[in-house]
């Protein structure tokens, strides 16, 4: 899988959680790890980093503490982990790519 850098959120260094599009028309997101195999954790702000126009197209759950969980295919082979700065509590998930349809009066401006 082919990966592209699209920004990070949480800490100053390597290893932080982070957003990737990838040439499957997907997204990889590098998150905190949580005790449910192929959920991470991941701040707010990183999902300011989707492509325009288009989403993470996994269901969301709010922590209320920053945070959002979520879920998708878990990353395990070794030349796409080898692409990452994973801190020793992060992994990584492979997630759908969405196209935001808008609706409305924001629609019909133009």
């Known amino acids: ?21 990838t040439d499957r028309n997907t997204y ?10 192929g959920t ?3 701040p707010h702000l990183l999902t300011g980093f989707c492509e325009p126009d288009t989403f993470i197209g996994a269901p969301m759950t709010d922590t209320g503490r920053g945070t959002f969980r979520l879920g998708g295919r878990p990353i395990n082979d ?7 700065d994973l801190a020793d509590d992060e992994t990584a998930i ?16 133009g």
Do not use: D, H
């Open 1 to 21: 899988m082919r990966l592209t850098f699209l920004g990070k959120a949480g800490s100053e260094g390597g290893g932080c959680p982070s957003l990737y599009t």
């Open 78 to 84: 070794t030349e796409t982990l080898a692409q990452l």
């Open 94 to 109: 492979e997630v759908p790519k969405l196209e935001r349809t808008f609706y409305g009066n924001a629609a019909s401006a």
């Open 40 to 42: 991470v954790e991941i």
């Open 28 to 37: 990889l997101v590098q998150g905190w790890e949580t005790k449910t195999v």
